[in-house]
């Protein structure tokens, strides 16, 4: 206990010292050309950069002329750029690039860019695209709930048969009531974990059911996804197969236990895991938190199944526990620990923890588990000495029955975390960009260029697509313009947007679409030929937050 009061201390000082911006999934950060630009003609290719590796998507990336007539065209990803060809002559006007991809952390993302080739369109034809969804839907939530509580399970019993159960012929009957929980959890592991395979490919891709009969589909499906799978189902079921009867050779029980292990570790190995930082330290957390709930929960099945036939074999019953029990503070350190770093950097702050879907379902998890070791305390320190202490046989089995209840109280609630942890496993940990958008709302900032008021609206304030307006006037009030149009540039400390092109939407009033990539401090240069020979120079700033 004196541990586990060390470590959640300084957890928790860890994660009040690393209250950073909340990360999510990729984010663009810039569009060659730019949105909204208007150009003299056709470019060959239209890049688009992101803050992360980026996956391709089949029939993802489509470019659609102002009549909503598509445009022949060719998509590839490079690390963290895509770039689209446009495999046919284009003749003036509007132009519009909708993209979907995957990013790093296995959630779809998706967008549009608007161009136009000598004069934007008088009317622009939306494009037939729906909006992308980086939550996971209900079925592939369940499917991984399964799996996991399939997983954790099947591994876990296969270590409580190999290490904490005695050898004698006392513990057969508990013996083979585990082994049989063990080969049914590996069933349900190996088929959720391959259910889940199209449904990710359906998630992630954006296609129905009809998408699984197409080749380009399973192709363009990250081949972690099925290296995972693989390992998931092959190492469960492994495991299991040579575990046998419960009491095989000592080279196969290491066997079975490295096969388990494998198996357990192998989800860190996608997920939000892959896109924070630094990543293996990160993806290392999640192996161990993996590997401590799977001895932790595969250790109360087998608890429950086997103390029942040891409650009149003496203190065999009694030892089966002590020996879980004195596993359980550094099973449960671990637990604190891992979880604590995980959440620290991939939710990153107490105002997305706060404020986010993530971060509240998260807050869920952490009260649920808190459940979960209430009871444990509870199980260790009150029911366990009560257990030892019983002489005779009446006793024992009176202790048992409150040891094995408490027991199977504290197995259900974590199935409950594991529910949970199936739907965070595939939900965004950012904020949803048109909640975040109306709570940010519009930046105004106002300047002056010599003579000439300069009023400039940022909307939204958030890191995402923008609007910037620049609305000039003279001293009178009145619309004011200038030899020619205003220039702009947009920068931060750690990114420079560049030049922004802005068009004109009414006398004096200039607009620009821009994407943010980070929240901060932003600014807005803006110059303007007020006379033939004076050209003056502001600087206006906005404070964005993040989306």
Known sequence: MAALIVVLAAMTAVVLGGAGPASAHATLVATDPAEGAVLAEAPEQVTFTFNEAVIGVPTGIRVYDARGGEVASS??????????????????????????????????????????????????????????????????????????????????????????????DLARSGRRRVVGAARA??????????????????????????????????????????????????????????????????????????????????????????????????????????????????????????????ADKGELGGEVLARFS??????????????????????????????????????????????????????????????????????????????????????AVLVAVLLVTGVLVDKSPGPDRSVAAAAAGPAVSTGTLGDVAVRATMAPAATGPSTVTIAMADSAGDPFEGFEAPRARLSSDEVDLGDVPVQSVAPGTYSAQVVLPSAGTWRLQVSLRTTEFENPVTTLEFTVGGS
């Open 75 to 168: 998509a590839s990803v490079s690390g963290s750029q895509l770039h689209v060809d446009l495999d046919e002559e284009v003749g003036d006007g509007t132009l519009v690039v909708v993209w979907r991809l995957v990013s790093e952390d296995g959630h779809p993302i998706g967008g549009s860019l608007t161009f136009s080739v000598g004069a934007p369109s008088a009317t622009v034809e939306k494009p037939p695209v729906g909006d992308v969804d980086p939550d996971a839907p209900w079925t592939l939530s369940l499917a991984r709930w399964a799996g996991y509580v399939g997983l954790l399970a099947g591994a876990g019993l296969v270590w409580f048969a190999v290490v904490l159960l005695p050898a004698s």
């Open 185 to 310: 959890a590996a069933v349900c592991a190996g088929f959720a974990w391959l259910l889940a395979l199209p449904l990710t490919a359906m998630y992630q891709l954006g296609g129905g059911a009809d998408a699984l009969v197409k080749g380009s589909t399973w192709s363009a499906l990250p081949s972690v996804q099925y290296a995972v799978t693989a390992l998931v189902v092959l190492g469960v079921v492994g495991a299991v197969v040579l575990l046998g009867d419960g009491l095989p050779a000592r080279s196969r029980r290491i066997a079975a236990a490295v096969a388990g292990v494998v198996a357990v570790v192998a989800p860190a190995l996608t997920g939000h895991t892959r896109a924070a930082s630094p990543e293996v330290l990160v993806v290392g957390a999640d192996m161990l938190h993996l590997l401590a709930g799977a001895v932790w929960f595969g250790g109360l099945i087998g608890l429950a199944l086997t103390l029942p036939g040891l």
């Open 326 to 411: 004195g596993l359980g503070a550094g099973v449960l350190v671990a637990l604190v620990a891992t979880g604590t770093l995980l959440a620290w950097r991939i939710v990153e702050s107490w105002g997305a923890l706060m404020d986010t879907g993530y971060g509240q379902l998260l807050l869920v998890k952490i009260a649920i588990a808190l459940v979960v070791v209430g009871i444990a305390t509870w199980n260790r320190f009150r029911l366990l000495p009560l257990l030892r202490q019983a002489d005779r046989r009446r006793d024992r089995r009176t202790a048992v029955q409150r040891v094995v209840r408490a027991t199977v109280a504290e197995a």
